[in-house]
């Protein structure tokens, strides 16, 4: 049950994220043009997190099925890949949201192990 809710609160966060990097306004592309990354990464990136947050709603429709698992493990990835970056930027303190964001995907990649 805690993980469904997990897995439906990281879909909806992810979702959001992606489809604001995606939309291409100045207000969904205002942090990562804070440290530099060209818009069209930041859209691609917007894509993939769309995606995962997809895989995992399909993961809570499908448990069985590898793919929400999958899908968190590309989150994570695309985390510690943000983090990465606020750091080597020089912004330390706006890195908070996803070092958080990661430590809620690693939960649930620890649980659904």
């Known amino acids: 049950m805690m993980i469904n809710i997990l897995a439906g609160f990281l879909a909806l966060i992810f979702a ?3 489809i604001s990097k995606i939309s291409g306004t100045a ?9 530099q990354v060209p818009d069209s990464i930041a859209k691609l990136v917007g894509v993939f997190e769309l995606v995962c947050a ?4 399909w993961g809570l429709r499908y448990p069985d ?11 994570w990835c695309t985390m510690l890949g943000a983090i990465f ?19 809620l995907v690693t939960i649930f990649l620890v649980i659904k192990q």
């Not at 207000?27 to 804070?34: F, K, N, Y």
């Not at 997809?54 to 709603?57: A, E, F, N, P, S």
Request: glycine share 16%.
């Open 27 to 35: 207000a969904g592309l205002s942090g990562t043009r804070d440290l």
């Open 16 to 18: 959001i994220s992606g």
């Open 85 to 103: 970056i606020h750091f080597q930027k020089q912004k330390r303190r706006t890195a908070f949201p996803a070092g958080f964001l990661l430590i």
């Open 65 to 75: 099925d590898k793919f929400g698992w999958l899908a968190a493990v590309g989150l």
């Open 54 to 57: 997809l895989g995992l709603i």
